[in-house]
């Protein structure tokens, strides 16, 4: 039997590997039109067929940017760049006719978002926007492979039918989401093809190391960048989705081999509330085209399960808050070139060729539901204009971190959210907003909806599984003070925004120079003052001092930079103050002397020293890798601080003694053994810093690094239940993204620079800690009631109240510092970063009495 297997294996192969050579572009391309013969094909381009390789990223610009220059149907413009400086490129595909009148019908279209214009316009004289796009996820290639065809097509295909489709669409064509991935992921599957195509899903080609192609640089998942916009392709993506508010978006994805293909609607139970049903219908209308384009092909396919319409951060669901209709393609991945599967070999062709071909098929649903879709648009407008009649608006800010105020301002306006600073402080629901430092969201503007979903909190739901997130408030996760008002006394509009520049303030005769911990980017001119050798000190007690007449009251965490202490001249102390404080948006004080009216004096022992975070960061296998990327991109690109990263299968030839802290950012650290992990515990107890956070927590448990004691998740154990339910019940007890709040102990290290004494967290995982019972070793901890947005089960929500959130261990003279929640989330949860930078730079000043002790 195991020889009839291999043999039909090895024949398999062997049809896979010949079928390629004999690839035309018949196998993909409609037969029943011409193509212009001046138009390159991607074969006489490449000298190879598509779908023989995968295209790398730099190979498809060269390739778009040449049809670009032949042809009078496309301009191509370059809207972003990558960490590693690639182009992220879109090109704008129309008839002849529209592209000399391009700018009026962008102009005319973005009125369809305005109620008050969009009553004028004949949308029957106006053609539909249709933007497609693909491989947001690097290793899901067949997507970016398909854009050369289509590019091809669009380019090259003549006659009435195609006249047409260009005279009532206008095409974005993004073909690449994801620059930096798709070149990883090209070269890997490049690499290891071999001649004659081996199928084997165990073979090295299917199977990419760590930490894989389908993340950017920094390992983030762009598609849950869409609303938050923190990374540069996305950063230009919304600013083109803005600028021609599209009716279609369509994001082309991969699934497990095993699978078939998939395109939405999704399941309808788990579409956010604020979605409207005609979206949905709409949706269902343009997925019959498609299926009628795969029937055609014989390919398999499925809708209305497994995927969904609920966080609008993703790519096909952004468009749906926003009177789009965003469109999810997930085609089963071949992840190489030819893949044994369930349903036989899956061959690389044949994943672009039903890419390309639900292409097509949305290109043909536009142009017929042309005036539904144009109608939809301006209807969701017309409604929301009616909604926010009666809503309420939201003032937010924060008066002691203007960097975190700027940041939040630059999502909003990114999503061309309208905001008007204060004209005057304004109390409510308890808050204080100063004009200053305070602005007002009005509802009554068109992008109401987006405000919505931004800013609402929401603990019930009509289905408990969901695809990624339940909660993602804005204003939660940067620890944004913010009141709902009707009304309020503004200024001008925002437009643009700059970053606020500090100042150096106080006496002139300078005894030390102290700035507030407050600030989001305090610890970047720390960071880097102690790079430039300053002795630098850390308040770990309030105290007041008199500044020019007046007493300023200083709070837990403010910094002191003492001159009799520094090797610089005071001209040069003083220069590089207002560098920083100009920079980093802080306002740095002088003070003429040490005595303070009340409180610490300068030279008490309660201003600890602060030393150089000496940062590494294990990574590899079992690691997961957006939370490892979550600090790396955090560290190297906002405090400019890389850490050293080390991958597990070399730590054992690491010196960790070179570092004074080491992070486990999340997932499971098995590969650390034998003499690496005797190597990590004894640089513990010799006095170094762990940080190790969420699904790393039990890692740590077991091998005898954290003495923590971990909650049990509850098991269902109540009578017979349907087989049907046994996924469904378990996908209900997972975390997969919600808000709590913790109570924080304001006087402790790892809680300077916070003025609150509750914030919201993140928690994305069921890691639960049971408080210390040392009562100082427990600064984080979930009060009774801690659910503030998302979903959780009522046996998961037992397990919060007053559980404990942030834990610190000792071992030696070591520290292990344990978050069960994750503080730099997407790099969008600005509010608690403080707390994960605090582990960083104060963590080793904590008091080993204050501790929960390890057995050594």
């Known amino acids: ?22 690839l035309s572009l018949s196998y993909y391309l409609p037969q029943h039109v011409s193509y212009n013969s001046e138009i390159p094909t991607p074969e006489s381009f490449f000298s190879w067929q598509v779908g023989e390789w995968h295209v790398s990223h730099d190979q498809l610009v060269s390739y778009l940017r040449e049809v670009d220059r032949i042809s009078d149907r496309m301009t191509l413009e370059i809207y972003a760049r990558s960490y590693e400086g690639r182009p992220s490129i879109l090109l704008t595909v129309t008839g002849s006719s529209n592209r000399t009148n391009l700018d009026k019908i962008k102009s005319d279209h973005l009125k ?120 540069p392709e996305s950063k230009g993506r919304a600013t083109k989705f803005q600028e021609w508010k599209p009716n279609i978006l369509t994001d082309h994805h991969e699934m497990g081999a095993n699978s078939t ?38 390919s398999l396919y499925f809708t209305e ?55 097509q098929s949305t290109l043909t649903a536009a142009r017929s539901l042309r005036i539904d879709l144009l109608n939809f648009q301006r209807d969701f407008y017309r409604g929301v204009a009616n909604e926010s009649k009666a809503a309420s608006g939201y003032i937010f ?61 929401r603990t019930t739901f009509e289905d408990s599984l969901f695809y990624d997130i339940s909660a993602f408030s804005l204003p939660l996760a940067f620890n944004m003070p913010y009141a709902e008002a009707k009304t309020a006394s503004v200024g001008e509009k925002l437009t643009t925004i700059s970053f606020p520049e500090g100042k150096v303030v106080g006496d002139k005769n300078i005894y030390g120079y102290v700035f507030a911990w407050d600030n989001y980017y305090a610890p970047r001119t720390v960071n880097e003052l102690l790079k430039k050798g300053y002795q630098i ?22 910094i002191l930079i003492p001159v009799g ?38 030279g008490s022992s309660n201003f600890a020293a602060v030393t150089d975070p000496k940062a590494m960061l294990l990574v590899g296998i079992g690691v997961t890798a957006t939370d490892a990327g979550e600090v790396w991109h955090l560290l190297d690109q906002r405090y400019n601080m890389p850490p050293a990263i080390v991958d597990l299968s070399y730590s054992n030839r690491v ?79 997972e975390i997969v993204g919600s808000i709590f709040q913790i109570r924080l102990d304001r006087s402790h290290p790892l809680a300077f620079g916070y003025k609150e004494e509750t914030i919201p967290v993140f928690k994305d995982n069921t890691v639960f800690m049971e408080k210390a019972k040392n009562p100082y070793a427990t600064p984080g901890q979930y009060t009774a009631n801690p659910l503030l947005s998302g979903y959780i089960s009522k046996q998961n929500l037992k397990q919060f109240s007053n559980a404990g959130s942030i834990l610190v261990n000792s071992s030696g003279n070591g520290k292990v510092i344990l978050f069960d929640d994750n503080p730099n989330f997407r790099a969008f949860w600005f509010g608690t970063n403080k707390l994960f930078m605090n582990a960083l730079f104060f963590g080793r000043i904590i008091n080993n009495t204050a501790t929960v002790r390890t057995e050594e």
């Open 112 to 231: 369809l978002s305005d109620a008050s214009q969009s009553s004028s316009l004949d949308v029957s004289k106006m053609p539909v926007v249709v933007w497609i796009g693909a491989s947001v996820h690097g290793n899901e290639p067949s997507g970016s492979n398909a854009m050369l065809l289509l590019t091809y097509y669009l380019a090259a295909a003549q006659g009435p039918s195609i006249d047409s489709l260009l005279n009532e669409t206008v095409i974005l064509v993004d073909p690449a989401f994801n620059p930096d991935g798709l070149q990883r992921f090209s070269h890997w599957a490049n690499t290891n093809k071999s001649k004659t195509l081996m199928t084997d899903p165990s073979s090295r080609e299917f199977n990419e190391t760590w930490p894989g192609g389908r993340f950017n640089h920094y390992w983030f998942d762009l598609n849950r960048d869409w609303l938050y916009v923190q990374h």
């Open 537 to 558: 000190r850390v308040a770990t007690k309030p105290f007041t001092s008199v500044i020019e007449g007046k007493t300023q009251t200083f709070d837990y965490g403010t």
């Open 1 to 22: 039997m195991k020889k009839i297997l291999f043999l039909v294996s090895s024949f398999l192969t062997f049809l896979v590997a010949h079928s390629q050579e004999k």
């Open 565 to 602: 202490l520094q090797s610089q001249s005071q001209e040069a102390i003083l220069a590089d103050m207002q560098a920083f404080a100009k920079r980093d948006g802080l306002d740095i004080t002088g003070i003429s002397t040490g005595l303070t009216p009340t409180g610490i004096d300068f």
């Open 261 to 298: 293909f998939f395109f939405q609607p999704g399941v309808q139970s788990r579409v956010h509330p604020l979605t409207p049903k005609i979206n949905q219908e709409l949706t269902q209308k343009i997925g019959t085209f498609h299926a009628k384009a795969l029937d055609k092909l014989g």
């Open 397 to 457: 800010g924060n008066q002691y971190d203007k960097a975190r105020n700027y940041e939040m301002l630059r999502v909003l306006l990114q999503q061309k959210v309208e905001v008007y600073p204060l004209k005057n402080n304004i109390s409510a629901e308890g808050k204080t907003f100063t004009s200053e430092t305070s602005y007002f969201i009005p509802a009554n503007q068109p992008q109401y909806r987006l405000v919505k979903a931004m800013f609402e909190k």
């Open 305 to 359: 399960e497994n995927y969904d319409d609920f966080y609008y951060g993703k790519g096909s669901t952004y468009p749906d808050v926003q009177g789009c209709i965003g469109i999810l393609f997930e085609q089963a991945s071949s992840r190489g070139h030819a893949q044994e599967t369930v349903n036989g070999v899956l061959s690389f062709p044949f994943t672009i060729r039903n890419q390309f071909t639900t292409m």
């Open 655 to 733: 010196d960790f003694e070179k570092y004074n802290t080491i992070i486990l950012s999340g997932g499971n650290y098995n590969g650390l053994t034998g003499n690496a992990l005797s190597n990590l515990k004894r640089w513990v107890q010799n006095g170094g810093t762990l940080v190790a956070m969420s699904e790393a927590i039990p890692w740590a448990v077991s091998n005898g690094l954290a003495n923590v004691k971990l909650k049990k998740i509850p098991s269902d154990s109540t009578g017979n239940k349907p087989y049907v339910f046994l996924d469904e019940y378990s996908r209900a007890q």
